[in-house]
């Protein structure tokens, strides 16, 4: 007791015994705490080792460490129970304590945090190389499908006449029920009248034979019933269709032999008609019989349309000529001819581009580029075929009229017969016009555009629907 008083008095502080020794003891208590405390922090390795980049993430906050030697200067006992030279001595550790005493509350709880997450990580990097089996999966699939149906689904369809005629059945339904029952009903009552006779007009140029070809028709079938066959709609029909089949017989025409070698096809049409596909159908039917077939790129102005001519003429086996984007057609058609005679090509189909007939511009190309051929190859072009869409009615007949005027025109290639309710159409060009209609398309596949007959196509467009089950 003397020593402490002793202690204290030379430190020239004024403090009682009664205060000093419990002071003394606390102080005591503090130190021996804070020493077990660091060695418990210290014991972890692996908590020390992961967080040094806590430490060198707070660099500047190193320096408080002025506040330790704060209360060992106040206590005068601290010395026997925790000699403070082993305490301050370690300064470089105490730097290290510092930082993980301030956090002590948070670090516990959010380094673990980190701990538990590396290694989640690996799994994480494990799981990856799972998702390109899912990208493989899709790219197995798409490969060996496509190709595959297109053949299959194409070769099916040219098969047997008897084939043919239930998909011309099939596709001019529409306009046979619209002929037939729009009949059927106008007669029903079994009165014959000018009324009547007007609707009979009516009901056939809703089916576009047009207007004067069903005036024509309605003067024949008229003056052919008698006063009591009004109720007889059996008779009817089978007037009509008889006048129908006389119509379309006049324009029935098998295209020319291949006697010339090469024989040149020469196709022309509006945008959007089916041109491209029925050079290609038309080659398809050359290339099965065994003839060596050439298509010419001559639409030289539409790169798309010349990629899909080289589809076709790729599919059905046939050589494929093609000229410069931008070149002219007409020289495009020069060395067609030119390479037809030099490979011993049975047959030439020249598609030119597609032209609205009312462009006399467009329309005096195609006479240039026809010129041409007919001075390389005597007799060429041996048949000049116009394409129209059956769905435009109407104004098929006006394509055929000014093509006809301007390049000769020797034959129809009718196309999209199936679905139509204007299959009447065909019936307009052969009366008004007398072209010769050389193939009828009624679908997408090889098969469907075959050589017309005037026969064939007035059944399938009377027959009824059983019937054309069967």
Same mark, same amino acid.
């Given at each position: 007791?003397?020593?402490?008083?002793?202690?204290?008095?030379?430190?020239?502080?004024?403090? %009682?015994?009664?205060?000093?020794?419990?002071?003394?003891?606390?102080?005591?208590?503090?130190?021996?705490?804070?020493?077990?405390?660091?060695?418990?922090?210290?014991?972890?390795?692996?908590?020390?080792?992961?967080?040094?980049?806590?430490?060198?993430?707070?660099?500047?906050?190193?320096?408080?460490?002025?506040?330790?030697?704060?209360?060992?200067?106040?206590?005068?006992?601290?010395?026997?129970?925790?000699?403070?030279?082993?305490?301050?001595?370690?300064?470089?550790?105490?730097?290290?304590?510092?930082?993980?005493?301030?956090?002590? %509350?948070?670090?516990?709880?959010?380094?673990?945090?980190?701990?538990?997450?590396?290694?989640?990580?690996?799994?994480?990097?494990?799981?990856?190389?799972?998702?390109?089996?899912?990208?493989?999966?899709?790219?197995?699939?798409?490969?060996?499908?496509?190709?595959?149906?297109?053949?299959?689904?194409?070769?099916?369809?040219?098969?047997?006449?008897?084939?043919?005629?239930?998909?011309?059945?099939?596709?001019?339904?529409?306009?046979?029920?619209?002929?037939?029952?729009?009949?059927?009903?106008?007669?029903?009552?079994?009165?014959?009248?000018?009324?009547?006779?007007?609707?009979?007009?009516?009901?056939?140029?809703?089916?576009?034979?047009?207007?004067?070809?069903?005036?024509?028709?309605?003067?024949?079938?008229?003056?052919?019933?008698?006063?009591?066959?009004?109720?007889?709609?059996?008779?009817?029909?089978?007037?009509?269709?008889?006048?129908?089949?006389?119509? =379309?017989?006049?324009?029935?025409?098998?295209?020319?032999?291949?006697?010339?070698?090469?024989?040149?096809?020469?196709?022309?049409?509006?945008?959007?008609?089916?041109?491209?596909?029925?050079?290609? *159908?038309?080659?398809?039917?050359?290339?099965?019989?065994?003839?060596?077939?050439?298509?010419?790129?001559?639409?030289?102005?539409?790169?798309?349309?010349?990629?899909?001519?080289?589809?076709?003429?790729?599919?059905?086996?046939?050589?494929?000529?093609?000229?410069?984007?931008?070149?002219?057609?007409?020289?495009?058609?020069?060395?067609?001819? *030119?390479?037809?005679?030099?490979?011993?090509?049975?047959? =030439?189909?020249?598609?030119?581009?597609?032209?609205?007939?009312?462009?006399?511009?467009?329309?005096?190309?195609?006479?240039?580029?026809?010129?041409?051929?007919?001075?390389?190859?005597?007799?060429?072009?041996?048949?000049? =075929?116009?394409?129209?869409?059956?769905?435009?009615?109407?104004?098929?007949?006006?394509?055929?009229?000014?093509?006809?005027?301007?390049?000769?025109?020797?034959?129809?290639?009718?196309?999209?017969?199936?679905?139509?309710? *204007?299959?009447?159409?065909?019936?307009?060009?052969?009366?008004?016009?007398?072209?010769?209609?050389?193939?009828?398309?009624?679908?997408?596949?090889?098969?469907?555009?075959?050589?017309? %007959?005037?026969?064939?196509?007035?059944?399938?467009?009377?027959?009824?629907?059983?019937?054309?089950?069967?």
């Amino acid at each position: 007791m003397k020593e402490a008083t002793e202690l204290l008095s030379g430190l020239g502080t004024h403090i %009682d015994l009664e205060i000093a020794i419990p002071v003394a003891i606390a102080v005591a208590v503090l130190a021996a705490v804070y020493f077990l405390f660091r060695k418990k922090e210290v014991a972890p390795e692996t908590v020390a080792q992961q967080q040094p980049e806590a430490v060198s993430a707070e660099p500047e906050e190193v320096e408080p460490p002025p506040e330790p030697p704060a209360p060992e200067a106040a206590p005068g006992q601290v010395v026997e129970t925790a000699p403070e030279p082993q305490f301050t001595a370690p300064e470089p550790v105490a730097v290290e304590e510092y930082i993980v005493t301030p956090p002590a %509350d948070s670090v516990p709880v959010a380094e673990p945090i980190e701990v538990s997450e590396e290694p989640i990580s690996p799994e994480e990097t494990e799981a990856e190389p799972e998702e390109p089996k899912a990208e493989e999966e899709p790219e197995e699939t798409k490969v060996p499908e496509e190709p595959e149906e297109e053949v299959v689904a194409e070769e099916k369809e040219d098969d047997t006449e008897g084939d043919f005629f239930s998909r011309l059945s099939f596709g001019l339904s529409k306009t046979r029920r619209g002929i037939l029952q729009n009949l059927e009903h106008v007669f029903s009552s079994g009165k014959i009248d000018d009324a009547a006779w007007d609707e009979f007009e009516e009901v056939l140029i809703m089916s576009d034979m047009g207007v004067a070809t069903t005036a024509k028709l309605r003067e024949k079938v008229s003056s052919a019933v008698g006063v009591g066959d009004g109720g007889d709609m059996e008779k009817i029909k089978s007037l009509l269709e008889k006048e129908i089949l006389d119509i =379309l017989r006049g324009v029935e025409s098998p295209v020319v032999e291949l006697s010339a070698k090469p024989t040149v096809f020469m196709v022309a049409g509006v945008n959007g008609v089916g041109k491209t596909t029925s050079i290609g *159908k038309i080659a398809n039917r050359f290339t099965r019989e065994e003839k060596k077939v050439m298509v010419a790129a001559a639409d030289t102005f539409r790169a798309a349309a010349v990629e899909q001519l080289g589809v076709w003429a790729e599919r059905v086996g046939s050589d494929f000529l093609r000229g410069q984007t931008g070149a002219d057609p007409s020289a495009v058609a020069y060395d067609a001819v *030119k390479a037809s005679v030099s490979r011993g090509i049975d047959l =030439l189909i020249i598609d030119t581009a597609g032209r609205v007939h009312t462009k006399t511009g467009l329309m005096d190309e195609l006479k240039k580029l026809r010129r041409v051929v007919a001075r390389e190859l005597e007799g060429a072009p041996h048949e000049t =075929l116009l394409v129209v869409d059956a769905t435009t009615g109407q104004n098929a007949v006006e394509q055929a009229r000014v093509f006809g005027e301007a390049i000769g025109v020797t034959g129809i290639v009718l196309t999209k017969l199936d679905g139509t309710a *204007k299959g009447g159409i065909i019936v307009a060009i052969a009366e008004q016009l007398g072209l010769p209609v050389k193939y009828i398309g009624v679908g997408e596949g090889l098969g469907d555009l075959r050589e017309f %007959d005037a026969e064939q196509f007035t059944r399938a467009l009377f027959t009824s629907d059983k019937e054309a089950l069967h």
